[in-house]
């Protein structure tokens, strides 16, 4: 049995931006930017700032310029955030100086982050506590009270390309965008940036598996699932919401989807959407605007390739077929 747990609130995304080669301007605005303590490296050089911010609610994508020296306090209870730099030097002490496109995650140190930059551009991913918690795949009850990344840097090079590969898709879809994003992408983003984090980063929330997930893994389960994501596949559901609604763990519902229904909980959330991604291809007039790249991202799939292949697995026809039938 597991608490419920809420979908999270989740705003249009909203861009923001500051440049100033002011310091005690730049450093309130980081402060106000991160929840962090933020100041001047005594007899530094004066910082210069440049940030870019995709604020998606749950999470934010940063683009930032920055040189000078500042101290940066996260607050150990606050969102995490992950920074990778794309060129120019970055020195964090205590840490390391960052190689490009090594990312590091601000861990939750008794000490300020000193940060010394030199025409640095780097990105910075911000995750909050709520959206890390519901990509850990456990239960509430089952976490620990406070989450803490133990370790700085990814786990190996290949944990360093997960990171990266999986920002650069962020920054492809959300970033770039040139139209509004839909609601179901922005939020299928955050919980991979926030999966990936767990994934890369030393952290305190991953957990194993219990006896009781095996047994909780009944039909059941597997049809109170199915009825939530019936109902609610229009919405930004994920695998936490799913288990929840179903009154199990997230673990024990993969075992239910694997034993008695031969998919996952994803899987068939996929197939539920690519059909009211079909229904809609149906009704739709694409003298009206209607491209099969809009309707497949209104449904969560950001790939319209990846998309095409699924629609005529399933259906037969290429996408673009029905739609201009």
Same mark, same amino acid.
């Given at each position: 049995m597991t608490t419920t747990q809420a979908v999270l609130?989740?705003?249009? +995304?909203?861009?923001?931006? /500051?440049?100033?080669?002011?310091?005690?301007?730049?450093?309130?605005y980081l402060r106000a930017a991160y929840g962090a303590r933020v100041?001047?490296?005594?007899?530094?050089?004066? #910082?210069?700032?440049?940030?870019?911010?995709?604020?998606?609610?749950?999470? $934010? !994508?940063?683009?930032? $310029?920055?040189?000078? *020296?500042?101290?940066?306090e996260p607050d150990p209870d606050g969102q995490a955030l992950v920074l990778q730099?794309? &060129? *120019?030097?970055?020195?964090?002490? +205590? *840490?390391c100086v960052l190689g490009d496109g090594r990312p590091y995650v601000c861990t939750t140190a008794t000490v300020p982050l000193r940060l010394t930059a030199r025409s640095a551009v780097l990105e910075v991913t911000s995750l909050t506590v709520p959206l890390l918690r519901q990509a850990a795949g456990s239960p509430t009850e089952r976490q620990p009270v406070h989450v803490r990344f133990t370790?700085?840097?990814?786990?190996?090079?290949?944990?360093?390309? !997960? =990171?990266?590969?999986?920002?650069?898709?962020?920054?492809?879809?959300?970033?770039?965008?040139?139209?509004?994003?839909? +609601?179901l992408l922005v939020g299928e983003t955050g919980r991979l940036l926030a999966a990936v984090a767990l994934a890369v980063f030393p952290n305190n929330l991953?957990?194993?598996?219990?006896?009781?997930d095996s047994l909780d893994a009944t039909p059941d389960a597997l049809r109170r699932a199915v009825l939530f994501i019936d109902e609610n596949a229009h919405t930004d559901i994920g695998l936490g919401h799913i288990a929840a609604a179903?009154?199990?763990?997230?673990?024990?519902? $993969?075992?239910?989807?694997?034993?008695?229904?031969?998919?996952?909980?994803?899987?068939?959330?996929?197939?539920?959407?690519?059909?009211?991604?079909?229904?809609?291809?149906?009704?739709s007039d694409p003298a009206?605007?209607?491209?099969?790249?809009?309707?497949?991202?209104? =449904?969560? /799939?950001?790939?319209?390739?990846?998309?095409?292949?699924?629609? &005529? $697995?399933?259906?037969? #026809?290429? +996408? *673009?077929?029905?739609?201009?039938?």
């Open positions: 609130p989740l705003a249009p +995304p909203a861009r923001r931006s /500051f440049a100033g080669r002011d310091t005690v301007a730049a450093c309130a100041g001047p490296v005594p007899g530094a050089e004066a #910082v210069t700032l440049r940030h870019s911010r995709l604020d998606c609610g749950t999470y $934010q !994508l940063d683009e930032v $310029q920055l040189g000078g *020296g500042l101290t940066l730099l794309r &060129r *120019g030097e970055l020195a964090v002490v +205590p *840490g370790s700085p840097g990814a786990a190996g090079p290949e944990a360093e390309q !997960l =990171w990266r590969s999986s920002c650069e898709y962020a920054h492809r879809v959300l970033v770039a965008a040139t139209a509004v994003v839909p +609601p991953a957990g194993g598996p219990v006896p009781a179903a009154h199990v763990t997230p673990r024990a519902l $993969q075992y239910a989807f694997r034993r008695h229904a031969g998919t996952t909980p994803l899987g068939y959330l996929r197939r539920v959407r690519l059909d009211h991604a079909h229904q809609d291809l149906l009704a009206q605007g209607t491209t099969v790249s809009i309707v497949a991202a209104r =449904w969560g /799939f950001a790939h319209a390739g990846r998309f095409a292949g699924l629609y &005529r $697995q399933a259906y037969g #026809v290429r +996408p *673009g077929a029905t739609l201009q039938r």
